[in-house]
């Protein structure tokens, strides 16, 4: 038998409406210029399984690399946040012990009282996911308290299926590679500190996103999710 090579997709279903309207309305979005009172921030969260080493790793020398034992002692779980203002080249990663509806409004509400105390409104991009939903804040907040964080929160969720157009899944897949990848952390404060020093340094550089797919690009190359309109 042959093997065949399998790559996974996110494959979108053919003529979906409503796939549309969400993509090409984050993608118009995307094509706004900066706005310092409704500034655009694009948020996203991954979670993460804790590892701790069971034998203390052998030193690399000029002769081998570090050496880390292959068994490894499961710590428990943590939910990283990531909240990405594309424009500004800012960026900001937290982690939390969970991600409850609870824990992504107070994520929020701190992004909204200190960060972007002075905005107007906040234009914030978000999947689907049920705890990305307005009455997280009642669940965490007074019901004025609430009710004030939503009056400056405009939201806008990627189409089912769509999550590639939400920037802050690309700057997890970054954070991940370049901070993550083939490493035991096995505490949440670990985590927190490996991930804040890589979110500080890149500020630092204020690497911005520069979108470049547009509606005319959707229209042109995903043809197969527009409707076919019969005449």
Same mark, same amino acid.
């Given at each position: 038998?042959?093997?065949?090579?399998?790559?996974?997709?996110?494959?979108?279903?053919?003529?979906?409406?409503?796939?549309?309207?969400?993509?090409?309305?984050?993608?118009?979005?995307?094509?706004?210029?900066?706005?310092?009172?409704?500034?655009v921030?694009?948020?996203?969260e991954?979670?993460?399984?804790?590892?701790?080493?069971?034998?203390?790793?052998?030193v690399?020398?000029?002769?081998?690399?570090?050496?880390?034992?292959?068994?490894?002692?499961?710590?428990?779980?943590?939910?990283?946040?990531?909240?990405v203002?594309?424009?500004?080249?800012?960026?900001?990663?937290?982690?939390?012990?969970?991600?409850?509806? +609870? #824990?992504? @409004?107070? $994520?929020?509400?701190?992004? !909204?009282?200190?960060? %972007?105390?002075?905005?107007?409104?906040?234009? &914030?991009?978000?999947d689907?996911?049920?705890?990305?939903?307005?009455?997280?804040?009642?669940?965490?907040?007074? +019901? #004025?308290? @609430?009710? $004030?964080?939503?009056?400056? !929160?405009e939201?806008? %969720?990627?189409?089912?299926?769509?999550?590639? &157009?939400?920037?802050s899944?690309?700057?997890?897949?970054?954070?991940?590679?370049?901070?993550?990848?083939?490493?035991?952390?096995?505490?949440?404060?670990?985590?927190?500190?490996?991930?804040?020093?890589?979110?500080?340094?890149?500020n630092?550089?204020?690497?911005?996103?520069?979108?470049?797919?547009?509606?005319?690009?959707?229209?042109?190359?995903?043809?197969?999710?527009?409707?076919?309109?019969?005449?």
């Amino acid at each position: 038998m042959t093997k065949r090579k399998i790559q996974y997709w996110v494959i979108p279903p053919e003529s979906d409406s409503e796939f549309v309207a969400s993509m090409e309305d984050i993608l118009d979005l995307y094509s706004m210029p900066y706005n310092a009172s409704m500034p655009v921030v694009c948020m996203d969260e991954q979670p993460v399984q804790l590892l701790n080493e069971t034998r203390a790793s052998i030193v690399g020398t000029k002769e081998h690399p570090q050496r880390v034992d292959y068994e490894y002692e499961r710590a428990g779980t943590a939910c990283i946040f990531v909240f990405v203002e594309p424009l500004a080249g800012w960026r900001k990663v937290s982690v939390r012990s969970q991600r409850t509806k +609870v #824990d992504w @409004a107070f $994520e929020v509400e701190e992004l !909204l009282r200190t960060k %972007y105390a002075e905005a107007e409104k906040v234009i &914030l991009v978000c999947d689907n996911l049920n705890t990305h939903t307005r009455g997280a804040f009642y669940e965490a907040f007074s +019901v #004025d308290k @609430a009710r $004030e964080i939503v009056k400056r !929160l405009e939201f806008r %969720y990627t189409p089912k299926h769509g999550s590639w &157009l939400n920037i802050s899944e690309n700057e997890l897949s970054s954070m991940t590679r370049q901070c993550l990848k083939n490493r035991r952390i096995g505490d949440i404060s670990t985590l927190r500190s490996q991930t804040e020093a890589w979110s500080n340094t890149i500020n630092i550089k204020q690497r911005g996103v520069e979108w470049q797919f547009t509606i005319g690009d959707a229209r042109r190359k995903l043809k197969s999710i527009y409707p076919k309109i019969k005449d």
